[in-house]
């Protein structure tokens, strides 16, 4: 069956499925492969469960009449996707970087909510997958689609543009994230600006965070599709404030806005300028964005500010990568609060320097006389000299030792990587 005839009956099966666990009645089921499963194994009970299509790759599977057959299950659900984008009406809005990606995304979701119907990729389901999925989630009234774009390698964003074919375009910021993929910043970059070549290319738009260096060097000479912000071309924070929430002054020409928002971090005050450029852009007024960003509430342990029954905690645990890791921890030490307290779940992905980034971390922390160190994971067990931490090898250890040793009255700071699972011990605190 080719992509045009399959396309008709997604047009009858609109709700895509690829977990058993979640059928919906009606809907297609993709039998995609993973490291440890295959979809195809498990087509037979979609199908009981009430899938009305299962599409697979496996020649061998018993004849029904509701089983769709095609050479790779993944390539056609890509196909299916870019087919879709490219017959629909909807605008669509990429968003990638090495930190901010998530937040920047649903930011842009809220305002662009106020007056547009929106979808937008859901938690960080930004890869090969989750690109496809997102974008055959979009029904005949989605206006604005914001899909979130990740990646580990290169040629990765290119793919995924291929198949998103975005109209506007935004990169959150270059840094040290993904290296064991990448290798070095550098490449971090021309990976990332896959998004703008791509855009470039089409003559479509790019939003520009003006105050990163690495973005600014991706902008072609002379291009005139370009919307500035953070830096002195377009829209940037006349004043930033953060506590512990974050209160700015955004200046857009003439224009004077000051927004408040639930989000701890400095460093998310470029997440928030860049919402209001894409809103400003795109026809919102000044006060449904600020109201926008003021209702937003981050989730997912990215930038949170906790009170326990014992303890204030910092909680940013979602991931980390040494960019992330080195504003989060700058964020935390600039609070004047007494008893800091600080535990780090290692750093995935950071390649051939990883003993030192993570070195490097723990010498931040005893320059500025922080003692109370706990690191969890293997890449901190060899001893770095440079503070005085307490090392687990994982979180449960880390559990064991929290319940005999209680921690009352600190201000805690909590991030590592997602593999860590640090949210674990927040019962414990």
């Known amino acids: 069956m080719d992509i045009a005839a399959l396309y008709q009956i997604y047009l009858k099966h609109r709700l895509i499925c690829t977990d058993t666990r979640k059928i919906e009645r009606n809907c297609m089921f993709f039998a995609l492969k993973g490291a440890k499963f295959n979809g195809n194994d498990f087509a037979t009970e979609a199908l009981e469960k009430g899938a009305g299509i299962a599409v697979v790759d496996d020649p061998k599977l018993a004849f029904d009449s509701r089983l769709i057959r095609v050479p790779d299950v993944l390539s056609t659900l890509q196909q299916l996707s870019a087919l879709h984008r490219k017959k629909s009406g909807f605008k669509i809005l ?10 920047t995304k649903e930011l842009c979701r809220a305002v662009l909510s106020r007056r547009y119907k929106v979808r937008a990729t859901e938690g960080n389901f930004n890869n090969h997958i989750g690109v496809p999925l997102t974008l055959l989630s979009m029904d005949p009234g989605t206006e604005w689609g914001i899909v979130e774009m990740g990646a ?21 910021n270059i840094g040290k994230a993904h290296l064991e993929g990448f290798g070095n910043v550098e490449n ?22 003006e105050g990163d260096p690495y973005v600014k060097r991706l902008i072609p000479d002379k291009y005139d599709k370009c919307l ?39 460093y998310n005050a470029e997440n928030v300028l860049a919402a209001y450029c894409v809103g400003l852009h795109l026809g919102i007024p000044d006060d449904e964005i600020s109201d926008a960003v003021n209702a937003y509430r981050s989730h997912g342990y990215r930038s949170q500010m906790i009170t326990t029954e014992r303890n ?21 030490l600039a609070y004047p609060d007494q008893g800091k307290f600080v535990i780090l779940g290692e750093m995935k992905e950071v390649g051939a320097r990883s003993a030192e980034e993570h070195r490097d971390i723990l010498s931040l922390l ?37 319940q005999i040793n209680p921690l009352s009255g600190r201000f805690i700071f909590i991030k590592g990587s997602r593999s860590n699972r640090l949210e674990q011990i927040l019962e414990l605190l």
Request: hydrophobic residues 35%; aromatic residues 10%.
């Open 94 to 103: 990429a968003v990638t970087g090495s930190n901010g990606k998530t937040t």
């Open 312 to 332: 204030r905690i910092f909680m940013d645990a979602y991931n980390a990568n040494p960019s992330s890791m080195l504003a989060a921890i700058n964020e935390f």
């Open 228 to 266: 500035y912000y953070n830096g002195g071309k377009g829209i940037y924070a006349h004043h930033i404030s953060s506590n512990p929430f974050v209160e700015m002054k955004i200046v857009a020409g003439d224009r004077i806005l000051v927004i408040s928002t639930q989000l701890i971090g400095r």
């Open 188 to 209: 971090v970059l021309r990976a990332k600006g896959e998004l703008f070549s791509y855009l470039v290319k089409h003559g479509k738009t790019l939003f520009v965070n």
């Open 366 to 402: 005893r320059g500025h006389g922080i003692r109370d160190v706990i690191c969890v994971g293997e890449s901190f067990s060899i001893p770095s000299g440079e503070t005085d931490c307490l090392y687990f090898g994982n979180v449960d250890a880390l559990k064991d030792y929290l």
């Open 152 to 172: 580990n390698h290169p040629g990765e964003i290119r793919s995924l543009c291929e198949i998103a074919q975005p109209d506007y375009g935004l990169i959150t």
